[in-house]
């Protein structure tokens, strides 16, 4: 079904790669204009050349509530309006026991992963108002909604996503503004070479070594996609979702259900061989 954001205005922060830049391209073919945002100026205008004159890059730091502001204001002056936000810029949280924390790596993780949403709801809100309508998607994870997942600061910041994403939609839905969230699994994108300390080129170029890991984590037998999170974010974004607002949508191929059937049947075998062979 071609067209199912067209005349929409869209924002994807972290957009210059893995979720963030297939959504913009998924965005663009369903009919949307979109303004990419993102801190790497050489990968957003190349891809925004790439999808063509409909696809603005606006070089942004979602850390730095002034550069959000910016991001959508230049976003209003260039297309005229805001239908949909896309708060999908992330990075890794201190991968560090407790004990080790320190204050720094906790701001530098939670001024994107909550303040950054947290702006962005607030600078595209007031747009959204004067329109009476509008989609805003949180992205927030499986590490906020089990332990095992992540680190304590990114799982933290993004089980606040997830609890925001709901507070917000209670006030925003009143004025005709939809907030929802989308919780990714194991994921093939460039976060995990950037948790391990690679530079942004070097995890770019490693995804694929994960392919095979990830394709055991869950049920569904292969690794999460950024095409998976993006066909989750279109459906939020388009008409089909309108009456879907404060909700987290899991895409997870069954991460989070718990055992998987298989080690759960292999369990009670060896249980039962104890019983009876004891």
């Not at 939020?236 to 991460?255: C, I, K």
Request: net charge negative; glycine share 14%; with cysteine.
């Amino acid at each position: 079904m071609a067209g199912r954001l067209n005349g929409k205005v869209a924002i994807i922060t972290g957009g210059t790669s893995g979720i963030g830049a297939r959504t913009a391209e998924l965005f663009v073919a369903e009919g949307a204009r979109v303004v990419i945002a993102g801190r790497t100026v050489e990968k957003g205008t190349g891809l925004a050349e790439a999808l063509g004159e409909n696809v603005l890059f606006v070089q942004t730091d979602v850390s730095e509530e002034t550069q959000i502001e910016a991001m959508v204001a230049r976003t209003v002056e260039h297309f005229g309006q805001l239908d949909v936000l896309f708060n999908n810029a992330g990075v890794p949280g201190p991968n560090e026991p407790i004990s080790h924390l320190s204050w720094e790596g906790y701001r530098t993780a939670t001024d994107v992963l909550v303040g950054g949403v947290l702006m962005g709801m607030k600078h595209a809100s007031r747009v959204m108002k004067r329109q009476g309508s509008g989609s805003i998607i949180n992205c927030a994870s499986v590490a906020g909604h089990r332990s095992g997942f992540g680190d304590h600061i990114y799982s933290a910041a993004k089980a606040a996503v997830i609890h925001v994403t709901r507070t917000v939609a209670m006030e925003l839905g009143e004025r005709g503004i939809r907030v929802n969230s989308i919780s990714p699994g194991a994921i093939l994108t460039p976060i995990f070479g950037k948790a391990m300390g690679m530079s942004t080129s070097d995890a770019d170029s490693t995804v694929d070594k994960l392919n095979d890991a990830f394709s055991t984590h869950q049920p569904i037998p292969r690794a999460g996609q950024p095409e998976d999170i993006a066909q989750a974010a279109l459906f939020l974004a388009s008409a089909e979702a309108t009456f879907v607002n404060g909700h987290d949508l899991t895409v997870d191929g069954g991460l989070i259900g718990g055992r998987g059937w298989s080690e759960t049947a292999e369990g009670m075998r060896h249980i039962a061989k104890l019983l009876y062979e004891g």
